[in-house]
Structures are given as C-alpha cells and as structure tokens.
C-alpha cells in the first residue's frame, strides 16, 4: 500500500527513476481497486452490462490516470529510455506488451541520464549505520 500511495502523492512528477517495486505494486493496487469497483457496480446494478463497469469505475481511472501516466515515465527512466516510449500505448495491444516487457526489466544501475541510483545511496548509508 505504501507504494500504491507513494506513486499517489507523486503525481505530476515525470522526472526521476521509479523502482521496479514501485512499479508493479501500483499496477497491483490498480487491478485490484478496479476489480472491487466493478464488482460494486455490478452489485448494486449501476454497471453497464456490456462492459461490467460504470461511472464510478471510470471516475476512479480518471483519477489515476496522471499518476499511472508518471509511474509509466519514471519506470523507462529507470531503465534509461525516454518518456516517449509510452506513445507505443497507441498501438492497441502490441504496444502495452512491449511497454510491459519494458517495466519488467532490471533498471539501469548507477546514474543514467534522467537521474542518479538511489538504490546505491541507500544501500551505502544502510551498510555505514551497520558498521558504524
């Protein structure tokens, strides 16, 4: 949950990395609130049958979708690609599976050219407060 709420508070930032974690714990949440929204709607039986889903699934993902949209950016950067790898979403299907391969790969450790590792920071003042 903490990371679901981390991307959350983040929202209009574009720049910097995003751990893999980070990632694919909002995805998770994601699916999950969806799920439970939909489930609602069908419930209560204020969901579109055709597409099991209603007004307030679609004002949830209107909600998160600037802060997915970040999440999506700073992961590519993690990995030392542009931002304008996610206009491969247009491409129905295809796209979102590359984008998802993409997300799925380890980042680039050390600094790239979007921002330094944070992951070596905090690992280096994890080891001096265990040896000092």
Sequence with gaps: MYWYLNV???????????????FWYFVLFQILAVLIISFLERLFAVANPEIYM???SAVYLLLTFLPALAVNARRLHDINCSAW???LHLIPFIGTVILLILAALKGQAGSNKYSSDNRINSQKNTSDQTNG
């Design 85 to 87: 790898w996610l206009l």
């Design 54 to 56: 209603g007004w307030f």
């Design 8 to 22: 959350l508070k983040n929202y209009i930032c574009f720049r910097g990395r995003a751990k893999r974690k980070e």
